[in-house]
């Protein structure tokens, strides 16, 4: 089972930064893809940015191409979402998940709780 704990949410306003952290409690994160989710209020819950297992390989939605970037910390510990001009469009509880099999993790594979972020024009 791993465990997985999202941070780093806040309200910041629009244009402004924030970097959500991704960690697994117990056990880093070699071998496994993970991706970062969001959820907004009366909306489905979707794919925003993932970073492959072995390779490092990224891939983004595109609302976020060229504004968020997904990283590794070296150490495998943390996974980051940087987000840069940000927009109120962003506001949504985003998540971060883990798969050992997919490149984009789906529900069947490892949540965390979430961690809200609020976008104010």
Request: charged letters at 20%; a positive charge.
């Amino acid at each position: 089972q791993v465990q997985l704990v999202e941070s780093g949410g806040g309200l910041v306003q629009a244009g402004g930064s924030l970097r959500l952290s991704c960690a697994a409690s117990g056990r880093t994160f070699s071998g496994y893809a993970v991706g970062w989710f969001r959820q907004a209020p009366g909306k489905e819950r979707e794919f925003v940015a993932a970073i492959t297992r072995y390779d490092g390989k990224t891939v983004y939605a595109d609302s976020v191409k060229g504004r968020f970037t997904v990283s590794r910390d070296k150490t495998e510990k943390a996974v980051y979402l940087q987000m840069n001009s940000l927009k109120p469009e962003d506001t949504a509880l985003y998540y971060c998940a883990a798969s050992a099999s997919r490149l984009i993790p789906t529900m069947n594979d490892y949540w965390g709780q979430g961690t809200q972020v609020t976008v104010s024009s």
